[in-house]
């Protein structure tokens, strides 16, 4: 069994600013790939909208799923349809699609090439609740990634009871197989007394 593990904490990530506000890149596959020239496979990043209306950059080929932390949305794709988004509502989209959004939000966000699939889960346990996350393959050469993204509080995650992470607020884990994983799972435990919300994003590439 072989699996990778990155821990990226929140001293590490560059938050970057555009004309709607501001966007931190969590993690970028291959790490060389440059958002900006489109020649990633997937990407995770968190936004902060600061204005009423804004207008999602065009992304050919790339498919999005957008999920709200914080706040309340409209997200409108002109010719497809609307609809509102609240704390932990998602939408899954075409980055083909002209899309605009109306309202100020936190927000978090998973982009693929079309050869990648995804999911996003959001996640809330109280003190002394657990959960366990297994990995599953959907194609045999495929790599499973699954990322966590601590929104707040402190989560303690033992992958195979031999390797054991802190995870704290805005910091995002990166665990990754690259063989036969059916065997592999996380558990997230809260041990402490404040709430913790997580979003899970779960890749397949």
């Known amino acids: ?34 958002y900006s020239e489109r020649n990633f496979k997937w990407r995770l990043s968190s936004a902060r909208v600061e204005v009423e209306e804004s207008t999602f950059t065009s992304l050919p080929n790339i498919k999005r799923i957008i999920m709200v932390i914080e706040g309340k ?11 509102i988004l609240e704390p932990f509502d998602q939408d899954y989209f075409s980055g083909n699609w002209l899309t605009k959004s109306y309202g100020k939000v936190s927000d978090f966000n998973l982009m693929m090439s079309e050869d990648c699939e995804g999911e996003l ?7 002394g609740q657990s959960r366990i996350i297994s990995f599953n393959k959907k194609r045999k050469s495929s790599q499973n990634l699954q990322a966590l993204y601590c929104i707040n509080g402190q989560a ?3 992958i195979l009871t ?27 435990f809260n041990e402490k007394d404040k709430l913790v919300n997580l979003i899970r994003a779960n890749i397949h590439y």
């Open 1 to 34: 069994m072989s699996y990778e593990i990155e821990l990226i904490k929140k001293d590490q990530l560059q938050v970057s600013k555009w004309s709607g506000g501001t966007t931190i890149q969590l993690a970028i596959f291959p790490k060389s790939a440059i």
């Open 73 to 83: 949305l409209l997200i409108e794709h002109e010719g497809h349809y609307k609809s």
């Open 162 to 188: 031999d390797d054991m992470v802190i995870l704290n607020e805005s910091d995002i884990l990166l665990v990754t197989s690259n063989d036969d994983i059916s065997d592999l799972n996380l558990e997230i």
């Open 156 to 158: 303690k995650i033992e």
């Open 121 to 127: 889960e959001d996640l809330h346990l109280e003190k």
